[in-house]
């Protein structure tokens, strides 16, 4: 591309007439000095166009190799670089630069209309259906700051000025050219209007994209597949979306995949989602949220790590004045299959929503719950996620998951199911239990608080699996940090828990990011007051709070053990306290561990037998069962659990021995 062009030669003109190419003003047509006009059969050119060279063979699926070249072509405005295979395109293509080793086979139209920002500045209407929280559209668009245009809405200064930001940008890059990256790849295509493709993408198949960016790197490529509809759109790095699926209006997010005739609109979907069959709308879809099934809607909420069960459905229908009514479903949340929920709805982190609830569940600070449906009323069994092998199971399997090739992830991910965000909702939900308690009528089975009923049993059983969940957290931290400082005497201990207060105070959920609040208070107000004043400086004071995570995350939990050694009182020296707290973290390891190999136990018990064997007795169902999925005690999984159960105990004792030393 690089190279210098220059006009036609008389001879070159005539080779390509003889070739059956035709132009109004050969003059306007320049090329390299290396042309190779054999490589350019039966094309109109018009308006200014430029040639590279073609010196290469191009190798297509199945092996086939044909020469680079343009052939049975109309280029209109067009600038081609080195090595680009052009052929069979029925309309043409007009006012694009196309890189070199592109390779545009078999496509209708190609083409811009005017100046175009290309899906820039598009405003996706996200959570609320009837706006208010709209999110500006921009390539360079994260999960953080698609966060804090869609929720902070009351920082009207941070919104306008991150927005203001994002149209300067949107406007330095509108132009009445395209651009075909370097190695794209388009193929048996239909109208693609007004549309900027990155490197290395590969389009086939598509039926109609219009106003839109496909960003992608030779590292990462983005793909869009077969009968693929899309208008007002960004696609990022390793997006992969095919088989029928539509998009309108639309920021799609790094290694996300749609496919199997999913329909999206009004909705930013960042990291890693995957979307098939079913439907959005109106959503704000943080890393991870997914959605598998036909007949599932998600609309007008705020989701990430979730999981949709087939059927899940939500609604805002009880509305007077428009469909303003929204949905917060925390990170890791889960609805079951059929699963239900009238808006509005606050469901806590990691629940699991069973049936169908309308009665507008409010649970943030009840995670790890499960909600289920008795005679119209929503009931809460706290903290019963907690023990369930599927939770870990979630833990291991989302950073294995993380698909990015790209080499930079844009979007902010902190994979920790338990951390100071989650623990400190359970610290507060085990409050509300331990003054609901004394409350409790003996005689009575249920208990009902700000519209949450609760079982007498589950009530208790919650205050227990809340407190050995808070024991073992705030013991992994000192563990760890015991192993890593390996203290010489107690006046070290007292300096390693005598940390700073950064990561102390309430944390919030940045959309991925786990952060202490008061340090974004802090960005949006240097938003606001100009000193950060670019999207590069936002953005890097978000990365820099991403950066910062394991120590805000031991100054929080440092706080934590130092109010647990106050409660142990005057008596206990410092070392009998620390010790106190390993043998509580020791304790509650074990418990945990133990509840979630026998809730992994369930997987092999006589339920899940059923359907095996069919043709023969028990023993047969058993030795057909124990072929297909295995035995309780060879389960990889299990063993995992039982071996980190054996090094946990292995990890107490070397830690307790550590702190028994210290003088």
């Known amino acids: 591309m690089a190279n210098k062009h220059i006009e036609l030669t008389k001879e070159q003109i005539a080779q390509l007439e003889n070739q059956n190419c035709t132009c109004a003003k050969w003059k306007d047509v320049l090329v390299t000095s290396d042309f190779n006009v054999d490589a350019v059969r039966n094309t109109t050119f018009s308006g200014k166009v430029k040639l590279g060279r073609c010196d290469k063979q191009i190798t297509f699926y199945g092996g086939v190799t044909k020469p680079a070249g343009i052939y049975n072509a109309y280029l209109h405005n067009c600038t081609i670089g080195d090595n680009v295979y052009i052929a069979n395109v029925t309309n043409h293509i007009a006012g694009y630069i196309i890189e070199d080793d592109c390779i545009i086979d078999h496509i209708d139209l190609l083409a811009m209309q005017g100046e175009s920002t290309f899906g820039n500045g598009i405003k996706a209407v996200v959570i609320n259906e009837g706006g208010g929280r709209e999110v500006f559209v921009y390539d360079g668009l994260t999960a953080q700051i698609g966060y804090i245009l869609a929720v902070h809405r009351h920082r009207d200064k941070v919104r306008e000025k991150i927005e203001a930001l994002a149209a300067k940008y949107t406007e330095s890059i509108k132009s009445d050219t395209g651009v075909i990256g370097k190695g794209a790849h388009l193929s048996n295509c239909g109208t693609i209007k007004n549309v900027k493709i990155g490197p290395a993408a590969v389009i086939g198949n598509v039926k109609r994209l219009e106003n839109g960016t496909i ?47 999913f329909s999206a609109e009004n909705s930013v979907c960042f990291a890693n989602c995957g979307f098939h069959h079913g439907e959005i709308c109106s959503i704000f879809a943080g890393p991870y949220t997914v ?161 949450m009923h609760f079982k007498v049993s589950s009530l208790y059983k919650g205050i227990e699996l809340y407190t050995t969940t808070t024991n073992k957290y705030l013991g992994d931290c000192l563990v760890e940090k015991l192993l890593s400082a390996k203290p010489k005497s107690k006046a070290d201990i007292e300096k390693l828990l005598a940390v700073d207060n950064e990561g102390v105070g309430k944390w919030i ?37 991403y950066e910062n995570y394991s120590d805000y995350k031991w100054s929080w939990a440092a706080e ?13 020296s410092t070392t009998e306290k620390i010790l106190k707290i390993l043998e509580d973290w020791a304790e509650a390891n074990d418990k945990l ?28 169902r058993d030795a057909d069962f124990d072929a297909v999925r295995g035995t309780f005690e060879t389960n990889s999984f299990v063993k995992g659990l039982k071996k980190q159960q054996q090094e946990n105990k292995k990890t107490a004792e070397e830690v307790g021995n550590l702190v028994k030393k210290l003088s």
Not at 519 to 531: N, Q, R
Request: aromatic share 8%; net charge negative.
């Open 215 to 261: 960003k992608s790197c030779p590292e990462d490529p983005t793909e869009v597949g077969a009968n693929i509809i899309a208008k007002n759109f960004i696609l990022a790095e390793g997006v992969k979306v095919s088989d029928n699926s539509i998009i309108l209006d639309c920021f799609i997010g790094q290694a996300t995949h749609m496919d199997r005739q």
């Open 509 to 545: 959920d940045l959309a991925g990011l786990l952060v202490p609040q008061k340090h974004i208070e802090a960005i949006l107000s240097d938003i606001e007051s100009g000193k950060l004043a670019s999207l590069e400086d936002i953005t890097k004071a978000l990365r820099k709070q």
């Open 593 to 620: 561990s133990n509840l979630i190999i026998e809730d992994a136990g369930k997987e092999f018990a006589e339920p899940p037998r059923i359907c095996y064997g069919i043709d023969g007795d028990k023993k047969t």
């Open 291 to 451: 959605s598998h099934h036909k007949s599932t809607l998600l609309i007008a909420g705020l989701f990430s790590f979730f999981n949709a069960g087939s059927g899940t459905n939500q609604s805002n229908h009880m509305y007077k004045v428009g469909s303003v009514h929204q949905g917060i479903l925390e990170r890791g949340t889960k609805m079951t299959s059929d699963g239900y929920v009238m808006y509005p709805v606050w469901i806590g982190a990691f629940s699991v929503v069973l049936g169908r609830h309308y009665a507008h569940p409010q649970t943030p600070n009840m995670p790890f719950s499960y909600l289920f449906e008795e005679n119209g009323n929503t009931f809460v069994v706290p903290g019963a996620n907690i023990r369930t092998v599927g939770t870990v199971r979630d833990s291991e399997k989302w950073p294995k998951r993380d698909a990015r090739k790209a080499p930079e992830k844009t979007d902010l991910v902190i994979f920790d199911v338990f951390s100071p965000y989650t623990i400190q909702k359970i610290i507060d939900g085990l409050d509300l239990l331990l003054k609901l308690q004394p409350a409790v009528d003996h005689t009575a089975d249920e208990i009902v608080c700000n519209n």
């Open 560 to 572: 934590k053990i130092r109010n647990v050694m106050e409660k142990l009182g005057q008596t206990m």
